[in-house]
């Protein structure tokens, strides 16, 4: 079967680093992103990898490795905003989307 | 955690005739759905949230008589594309809502791939 596998929930200090890892198994790999959305409102696109390596975007950087079925997002220089959910999702090979249940990041002062 | 299904899983049709897709929530109640759009690597575009037994509520610049939206159960709802264009070609996706007291989680479903001729 299909699965993405990231914490259910994770703490940390503002002003610090941050990893949240994605593991997934899926039949094919067309592509991964990662979403953050807040309570109540829609998700918002932080990154989208295909090629193995490393994508920064400002404070937020992603990483995949397609042989290693791993992908993560960290994210520097916490702020108390960035508080909120995180969802790793998987395009497979039929272009299908494989959602993760979600990372809760809770970052404390 | 809780399943999200959605059929079809994609679709190819001519310009001008109409495309329904159905998410259902699998082994849960769920309190409302949302449908979204998906645009290449972008963010997915939150087109309107339905609850069960009432109108839909539909984002700005979404026309409400081009996507019509169903939630005649608690475990469904569907979106119907009427009178489809190219333009239309996306990924749409559901997603539920489990609202139980303080239990508020949202599950997504795979897609359905729209492509219209």
């Known amino acids: 079967g299909q699965n993405i596998d990231q914490p259910t929930e994770m703490t940390a200090t503002e002003g610090a680093i941050v990893q949240i890892n994605c593991t997934y198994q899926?039949?094919?790999?067309?592509?991964l992103f990662w979403y953050q959305q807040h309570a109540g409102e829609a998700p918002t696109f932080l990154s989208y990898n295909v090629l193995d390596g490393l994508e920064e975007k400002g404070r937020f950087s992603s990483f995949l490795s397609r042989s290693k079925g791993y992908s993560y997002l960290l994210l520097k220089e916490l702020q108390m905003k960035d508080s909120a959910s995180y969802l790793c999702a998987v395009i497979d090979s039929n272009y299908q989307l494989i959602w993760g249940a979600g990372t809760k990041l809770i970052i404390k002062p | 955690g809780a399943v999200v299904s959605q059929h079809p899983s994609w679709v190819i049709c001519k310009s001008g005739t109409s495309v329904k897709i159905e998410c259902r929530s699998l082994d849960f109640q769920a309190t409302t759905m949302f449908w979204y759009r998906q645009f290449p690597k972008q963010s997915l575009m939150l087109m309107a949230t339905s609850n069960e037994g009432s109108k839909a509520t539909y984002e700005q610049g979404v026309e409400k008589d081009k996507f019509l939206i169903n939630h005649a159960s608690l475990t469904l709802s569907t979106l119907t594309v009427t009178s489809a264009h190219p333009e239309d070609s996306s990924f749409y996706i559901c997603?539920?809502?489990?609202?139980?007291?303080?239990?508020?989680?949202?599950?997504f479903g795979p897609g359905t791939r729209l492509t219209v001729l």
């Open positions: 997603s539920a809502r489990v609202l139980a007291g303080d239990f508020n989680e949202q599950f």
């Open positions: 899926t039949s094919g790999f067309n592509g």
